[in-house]
Structure formats: C-alpha cells, structure tokens
C-alpha cells in the first residue's frame, strides 16, 4: 500500500499529478473523519464542533501532502497556505452553484457526484497554476 500511494503522490506528468491530488484529497478526507470519530467516541466535543476540528486537521493534511508531495512546491507556507485556503472556500462556493443547479435534475446524490467532479477539477487546476506553482 505504502509503495502505491508513494507511486501516486510522486507522478510527475499531469495525469499521474492529478491522480495524485485526487489520493491526497482521498487521505485528508480519512483524517478529517477520524479525528471526528475519535472524539466523538471520546466524548471530548459536539459533533459540530468535532467535525469542524477534523475538517481543519484534514485540510492541513491535504496542504500538506499537496505541497510537499503532489506538487512538490518550493513556495513559502506563508504564501501557498492562504492561496490554499482561497481555493478551498472557491470549492465549496462551486459545489454549492453545483449542487443547487444539478440537484433538481439529477438528484441530490447525482447532483452531488457531478459538483464533487467540478471542486476536483477547478480545486487542482487552480491549486496547479496558482498555489503551489513556483
């Protein structure tokens, strides 16, 4: 397993790099929901709250593995962290036009499905050529 996802996030061509961001995505999201089940297991916090502390240490996971693996990137955390974030908002701006445009015709996991494809392609485009890019 581990010489897999070292296959992926390594990629160097634009569809192995693309393959790449979509496992560092896949790997953020895990963490996102284990730290989310751990301390609800723990009792620690609410479920909101719970899942907002997962969201954020997945999303630094996903910085992360996008930076330092996927993209290999030499600009500063200090610059490519807020453009990181600016795309991630625009992302959820997009599934949210997505969602509301293809949900009543396709349904809400249909509809779902084609908005996650549409923050996946404008999320690594925008990521390729701005955030990451040196």
């Known amino acids: 397993m581990e010489a897999i996802l070292r296959t992926v996030l390594f990629a160097r061509s634009m569809p192995g790099q693309a393959l790449g961001y979509a496992s560092a ?3 953020g999201t895990t963490v996102h929901y284990a730290v989310l ?13 719970a899942s907002t502390v997962g969201a954020v240490t997945g999303g630094l996971v ?3 593995l996008n930076h330092a693996k996927v993209f290999k990137s030499n ?4 610059v490519a962290l807020p453009r990181f974030a600016v795309v991630a ?8 036009v997505m969602l509301a445009v293809c949900a009543p015709t396709f349904g809400t996991l ?10 996946l392609v404008t999320g690594y485009s925008l990521n390729r050529i701005w955030s990451f890019r040196d």
């Open 75 to 78: 600009v500063r955390h200090q």
């Open 62 to 64: 996903n910085y992360w």
């Open 89 to 96: 908002a625009f992302g959820i701006a997009v599934n949210a």
């Open 25 to 27: 995505g896949l790997i």
């Open 37 to 49: 089940t751990a301390l609800l297991q723990g009792n620690v916090i609410d479920v909101v709250a």
């Open 110 to 119: 249909g509809g779902q499905l084609i908005s996650s494809v549409a923050v």
